[in-house]
């Protein structure tokens, strides 16, 4: 081979490189450069076709044997599968080919010659575990199905950031090693920070609403949250992305609003993604407003159900599932127990519950939010009462003493809402190099 990928050619990079859906019939006769990987061989004796696989499609280039000189046909024929390599050609219309066309090439130029030992197959004709696939997530991403699913959550993310600018949210950066915690029931990740002990965060929730306090009044942020969740389940990741809101002077049932409102967004705009189809053809986008169930409610469905749920008790995975069965759409649960929601949540008068809420999806739960306290005496009477010091967080109720808004916000899982939109059973698929119980490589 005239280069085995050790001495970078320069002279690529030079010139245009076409992708393989910008190329079509019409352009026959026109000369063109393409690059990619080296996706499947074809072998008719006279006949001999390469494969070539670009980040939007494939390129079929075909070497008549008694057309091209020796050389050029060796190479191509010799070239391992997923080598990546560089061809300059000339376009001919092709009907049979995939984007109507083939390339007649002139030159063949390998850039890195690839291990025949390949961990996967990208082409997708041989099925693999999960496990493999992450374990050699790089290749895995090279196919069909994997690749959309990455682009959709890019344009997730996209949606969500463009649906809250557009309404005036301003995007915080919050810091994601800290001092405290803020989510009873899951553990943290402890990590040495120089002499003292600090942590990984769970949840930006003190900060942001310490934002609240500086006036912004709306605010949201897209980040990790760490999890030290000991269990390995299908839907938990030890990191996770959290889209979160705070805004300032309103209600729990306007930031569920919002909420509502850009999941309907959000699957809108997945719904037009042309390579949707590769991954679900199950996308609906869902009906607004959801159905509005306090938990008392749910807990009496749930008994009508057969799966009796103490009161005070959190749902579980059945009973999500017998609830979102019986429900068949989102919805949320609201007027949590004040035992098992956080310090933050605000209590209703006179009752044992909170203005807190969940949004579930038929199969799981999405996001969970609340009216918050806003009053310093009420604040650091609930961390006292959930058994936490209080001068362990002075630092955030320092904000509520000097003129802090009522507030709410919410919390959403951006790997729950993917998979669910998706119509995935485990969320891991979600995650480029997912953090669980076993997996901290790659
Ligand atoms: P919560 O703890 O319910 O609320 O988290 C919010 C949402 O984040 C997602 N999530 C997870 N996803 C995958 N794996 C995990 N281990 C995991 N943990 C959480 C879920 C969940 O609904 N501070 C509050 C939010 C708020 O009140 O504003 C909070 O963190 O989709």
């Known amino acids: 081979m005239r280069n085995e990928g050790n001495v970078v050619n320069m002279k690529l990079f030079g010139r245009n490189r076409s992708y393989s859906n910008e190329i079509t019939a019409e352009h026959s006769g026109e000369p063109v450069s393409i690059a990619g990987w080296v996706h499947e061989k074809r072998d008719l004796g006279g006949l001999f076709f390469l494969l070539v696989r670009d980040r939007e499609g494939l390129a079929?280039?075909?070497?008549?044997?008694?057309?091209?000189?020796?050389?050029?046909f060796e190479q191509a024929r010799k070239v391992p599968r997923e080598s990546v390599v560089a061809i300059d050609g000339i376009i001919k219309g092709e009907p049979k080919a995939p984007g109507g066309y083939e390339l007649l090439p002139k030159r063949i130029e390998v850039l890195s010659v690839a291990?025949?030992?390949?961990?996967?197959?990208?082409?997708?004709?041989?099925?693999?575990?999960l496990d493999t696939r992450l374990d050699a997530r790089f290749m895995d991403l090279r196919s069909e199905r994997t690749?959309?699913?990455?682009?959709?959550?890019?344009?997730?993310?996209?949606?969500?950031?463009?649906?809250?600018?557009?309404?005036?949210?301003?995007?915080?950066?919050?810091?994601?090693?800290?001092?405290a915690a803020t989510e009873g029931g899951t553990a943290l990740f402890p990590i040495s920070y120089f002499e003292r002990e600090a942590f990984l965060n769970q949840s930006p929730?003190?900060?942001?609403?310490?934002?609240?306090?500086?006036?912004?009044?709306?605010?949201?942020?897209?980040?990790?949250?760490f999890r030290a969740e000991e269990h390995d389940t299908t839907k938990h990741l030890n990191e996770a992305m959290s889209v979160d809101i705070e805004v300032a002077f309103v209600s729990a049932e306007?930031?569920?609003?919002?909420?509502?409102?850009?999941?309907?967004?959000?699957?809108?705009?997945?719904?037009?993604?042309?390579?949707l189809d590769s991954v679900t053809?199950?996308?609906?986008?869902?009906?607004?407003?959801?159905?509005?169930?306090?938990y008392d409610e749910a807990i009496e469905l749930l008994a009508d159900a057969g799966e009796p749920i103490?009161?005070?008790?959190?749902?579980?995975?059945?009973?999500?599932?017998?609830?979102?069965?019986?429900?068949?759409?989102?919805?949320?649960?609201?007027?949590?127990?004040?035992?098992?929601?956080?310090?933050?949540?605000?209590?209703?008068?006179?009752?044992?519950?909170?203005?807190?809420?969940?949004?579930?999806?038929?199969r799981l739960e999405l996001a969970s939010g609340s009216q918050r306290v806003h009053s310093y005496e009420l604040l650091k009477q609930n961390i006292e009462s959930k058994g936490l010091s209080a001068a362990s967080f002075a630092f955030y109720l320092d904000a509520f003493r000097y003129g802090m808004p009522p507030h709410a916000g919410w919390g959403l899982g951006v790997e729950r809402l993917l998979m669910s939109m998706l119509g995935i059973e485990n969320v891991r698929e979600?995650?480029?190099?997912?953090?669980?119980?076993?997996?901290?490589?790659?």
Not at 60 to 72: G, W
Not at 254 to 266: D, G, N, P, S
Not at 281 to 294: A, D, G, N, S
């Open 281 to 294: 053809t199950q996308l609906e986008v869902p009906k607004i407003p959801f159905q509005r169930i306090r």
């Open 254 to 275: 306007e930031v569920m609003r919002i909420l509502e409102e850009l999941i309907a967004f959000v699957y809108s705009k997945v719904a037009l993604y042309p390579g």
């Open 147 to 179: 690749k959309h699913i990455f682009i959709i959550r890019s344009q997730v993310l996209k949606a969500i950031r463009d649906f809250l600018n557009e309404r005036g949210f301003i995007e915080i950066n919050t810091p994601k090693i800290v001092s």
């Open 430 to 442: 979600v995650v480029l190099f997912p953090r669980d119980r076993r997996r901290l490589v790659p």
């Open 205 to 225: 929730q003190l900060y942001k609403q310490m934002l609240i306090a500086s006036g912004f009044d709306k605010v949201f942020e897209i980040a990790p949250i």
């Open 115 to 129: 291990s025949y030992d390949l961990p996967l197959d990208p082409t997708g004709k041989v099925g693999a575990e």
């Open 310 to 362: 103490e009161w005070g008790d959190d749902l579980s995975t059945s009973a999500e599932h017998k609830l979102g069965a019986r429900i068949g759409a989102h919805y949320f649960i609201t007027e949590w127990p004040r035992a098992i929601k956080p310090f933050y949540a605000q209590p209703i008068e006179d009752k044992e519950t909170t203005n807190a809420f969940d949004l579930m999806h038929p």
């Open 60 to 72: 079929q280039v075909t070497l008549h044997k008694r057309e091209v000189d020796r050389e050029l």
